[in-house]
């Protein structure tokens, strides 16, 4: 069964500090790799997408994705407390483009 | 905001009787998709469409069936609603032109008593 696993916290990390959100996938055939946030009682937004291996950079965040290791992690810089939230890891199925994988998701804690 | 609306936002709804939640988008995207979330389960596709009158099940379809007679709408109907279903449900839509990005609607919540 293709799986997504994330750590589901929770992760807190103070204020100003690198928060470090990390997720493995099993499907060797997936190609697309996602980051979403979602506030509690509202939908997923994404915040970005990586599908080459290395570092892809949106102002303070920072995707890094391993194929090789099966791995993609989201890293937040300067955390504020507007940045507590879940974080969804999702990866597209080896097979389909328009199918998504997702892990349960990391609760990230910003301490003031 | 990708365009999507669902309807509607708040139900409570008692056990045995029908329900159906619509999704309607405004940018003509020809994937659209149903997912449910529950602590500890997290996301879960329930049906997805890839054009008027082709869709097929996700890994929870039972239970739920759907429809869409037109682009821009898609149907989520609980036959007869039961305890289980009680969940947040989540329209969302593929952005072709963003690297299949999915982008969500804002969910309707589901209460089964």
């Known amino acids: 069964q293709k799986e997504v696993e994330q750590n589901s916290g929770p992760l807190s990390v103070p204020e100003g500090a690198i928060a470090s959100l990390n997720c493995t996938y099993s499907d060797r055939g997936s190609q697309s790799f996602f980051w979403y946030r979602q506030y509690s009682g509202k939908s997923p937004e994404l915040i970005m997408f990586i599908y080459s291996n290395g570092d892809k950079e949106d102002g303070r965040f920072t995707a890094q994705l391993n194929k090789a290791s099966q791995y993609v992690s989201l890293l937040i810089r300067d955390s504020q407390p507007s940045d507590s939230a879940t974080y969804l890891c999702?990866?597209?199925?080896?097979?389909?483009?328009?199918?998504?994988?997702w892990g349960a998701g990391t609760k990230l804690i910003i301490k003031p | 905001d990708a365009g999507i609306t669902q309807s509607p936002r708040h139900k409570v709804t008692e056990t045995g009787t029908p329900v159906t939640l619509r999704c309607h988008q405004t940018?003509?995207?020809?994937?659209m998709y149903w997912y449910r979330q529950d602590p500890g389960h997290g996301l879960r596709l329930i049906h997805y469409s890839y054009g008027v009158k082709d869709t097929d099940k996700g890994e929870v379809s039972d239970g739920y069936s759907v429809s869409r007679s037109k682009t821009e709408d898609f149907l989520l109907t609980l036959e007869s609603a039961t305890s289980s279903q009680t969940s947040v449900y989540f329209c969302?839509?593929?952005?072709?032109?963003?690297?299949?990005?999915?982008?969500f609607g804002e969910g309707s919540w589901l209460t089964v008593v």
């Open positions: 999702a990866v597209n199925e080896g097979d389909s483009n328009y199918q998504l994988i």
């Open positions: 940018e003509n995207h020809r994937y």
């Open positions: 969302a839509i593929a952005y072709k032109d963003s690297g299949n990005t999915i982008y």
